[in-house]
């Protein structure tokens, strides 16, 4: 399915087989495609880049479409590898997370940092983040496959 170019937002490199590697909803997926182009949000004079997840209801693309800022891309990347990072220890904790301490890291970004933290004013916590936890061990080899394509790259591109 071709990605509309007729829109605001203004593809320039695409994904158009997205639907066929999307995870375990592949080859079911209503996220049919990705690109990276020009921000929908750009105003006259200024020039922002964006990743669009294209999403297609099967009769029409869908307003549920997500389009990020490349940063935004990214600190959720760092944010999905922290927490991978937390979870290979986390059973050392009887819930977990240290419910004394739930601050699980602070990652230097522009001079401050991202605060990552399990949410201790979820009232159902101790429950959702073992649910979480059990996703997360059963999406293993789906997100282990993406962070060792994305070491190479990064590798490859000196970091």
């Not at 399915?1 to 593809?11: F, Q, W």
């Not at 983040?129 to 789906?142: P, T």
Request: hydrophobic letters at 35%; glycine letters at 6%.
């Amino acid at each position: 399915m071709k990605i509309p170019t007729n829109l605001k937002h203004k593809p320039v490199i695409v994904c158009e087989n997205y639907e066929n590697v999307d995870g375990k909803y592949a080859y079911r997926s209503d996220a049919k495609g990705l690109s990276l182009g020009l921000a929908q949000w750009n105003d006259r004079g200024k020039l922002d880049i964006s990743a669009k997840v294209w999403r297609h209801t099967g009769g029409k693309w869908s307003r549920q479409s997500e389009e990020l800022p490349l940063h935004r891309v990214l600190d959720l990347a760092i944010l999905v590898c922290r927490v991978q990072l937390h979870f290979q220890d986390a059973h050392r904790y009887e819930k977990l997370y240290d419910p004394e301490s739930p601050r699980i890291d602070r990652v230097g970004l522009q001079g401050d940092a991202m605060t990552v933290e399990v949410c201790t004013d979820n009232e159902m916590i101790d429950e959702d983040i073992r649910l979480f936890s059990q996703a997360l061990s059963q999406e293993g080899e789906i997100l282990g496959e993406r962070l060792r394509v994305l070491s190479r790259l990064l590798k490859e591109m000196g970091y």
